[in-house]
C-alpha cells in the first residue's frame, strides 16, 4: 500500500478494506511517538495499539464515533499528531509532525520474547564528498508486545552476538558459528552497497549529515532455511549507541555527534 497516494482523511477507510497489519508513523521519525500498529479486525473495525505510553494515552483519548469503526481515529492519528505533543518528546519540528507514512508491517520472528533488529552504522570519515564509511553494526533487541514503538524498551548489543540467539536453535549447533559469520558479513555488504547509493543523494539535495543508521529486522525464512534482513528505514543523526556496545568493538572509529560536530561542523538539512 502506498501512503504517500492516500490523503490522511482516506486512510481509514482503505485500511477497512486490507488484510493484515500496517505501521503507521511519522514521516520524518518520532522517537517512538505516533508510531501505531493498525489491524483491520474480522468485526469490520479497525484496531490501533502502540507500545508509546504518550501514544496509547493519543490513542485512548481521541474522540472517535463508534459508527466510523476507527476510520477517523486512523485519520486522527495521521493528522492530527500537533494536539498531543506535549505529552511526548517527538524530536521533529511541529510543522513536520502530521507528515506519515504507512508501511506493510514486517513479520515479527522473535526469539525469546524480542524483534531483532540491526543497525548498520555508517559514519564520515573526511570532509570530502562522499567520504562515508560503513563501521560495523548493533543490534535493537525489542521485548515491548505491541513492536509499534521504536525508540523505547530495547536493548542494544553487539550484532554477532544478537545474531548467534536469532539464529541458535534454527540452525544446527555444530554450523552455528560459520551461520553468524556469513550473516554478519551479508549485512554490513548490504549496508555498504545502500551507503554507496544513498550518500551522493544526500549531499546532492545538499544535507551535511555525519552519521546514519541503516535500520533493518531479522526474519527467518524457513523455504530457504536462512535469515533475512527486511529494510526499515533510514536513521539520520544517531543520538548514542549504548557505550557498554562500544566497549565490546565491532564499531571501529566511532565517533560521538559531538566529536563529529566539532571536527566537520554542526549537521544541516
Not at 2 to 20: E, F, W, Y
Amino acid at each position: 500500500m502506498k501512503a504517500a497516494q492516500i490523503p490522511g482523511r482516506d486512510l481509514g477507510s482503505a485500511l477497512l478494506s486490507q488484510s493484515g497489519a500496517h505501521i503507521l508513523k511519522p514521516r520524518f521519525g518520532s522517537n517512538g511517538f505516533g508510531v501505531v500498529r493498525i489491524v483491520s479486525r474480522a468485526d469490520g473495525r479497525l484496531a490501533a495499539e502502540s507500545d508509546c505510553p504518550d501514544t496509547a494515552q493519543y490513542l485512548e483519548d481521541f474522540p472517535c464515533d463508534p459508527a466510523q469503526c476507527g476510520r477517523d481515529l486512523i485519520a486522527g492519528v495521521a493528522t492530527q499528531r500537533t494536539r498531543f505533543v506535549d505529552r511526548a518528546g517527538p524530536g521533529v519540528p511541529e510543522q513536520l509532525l502530521d507528515f506519515s507514512i504507512l508501511e506493510d508491517e514486517i513479520r515479527q520472528d522473535r526469539t525469546g520474547g524480542a524483534i531483532f533488529e540491526p543497525r548498520v552504522v555508517v559514519q564520515r570519515t573526511s570532509d570530502g564528498p562522499g567520504a562515508f564509511a560503513v563501521l560495523g553494526a548493533i543490534c535493537k533487541e525489542i521485548e515491548t508486545a505491541v513492536g509499534a514503538s521504536v525508540a523505547r524498551d530495547f536493548r542494544e548489543d553487539h550484532l554477532e552476538h544478537s545474531l548467534g540467539r536469532f539464529l541458535r536453535g534454527r540452525v544446527p549447533a555444530n554450523d552455528l558459528t560459520a551461520r553468524v559469520k556469513q550473516t554478519c558479513e551479508e549485512i554490513l555488504a548490504t549496508g555498504d552497497q545502500i551507503r554507496a547509493a544513498l550518500v551522493p543523494l544526500v549531499e546532492a539535495r545538499g544535507a551535511h549529515v555525519h552519521q546514519f543508521g541503516i535500520d533493518s529486522r531479522l526474519c527467518w525464512n524457513d523455504e530457504k532455511d536462512r535469515a533475512e534482513c527486511h529494510f526499515l528505514e533510514f536513521q539520520f543523526g544517531i543520538g548514542r549507541i549504548d557505550p557498554s556496545v562500544l566497549k565490546q568493538g565491532g564499531l571501529v572509529g566511532y565517533r560521538s555527534p559531538k566529536e563529529l560536530d566539532a571536527q566537520f561542523g554542526a549537521d544541516r538539512g
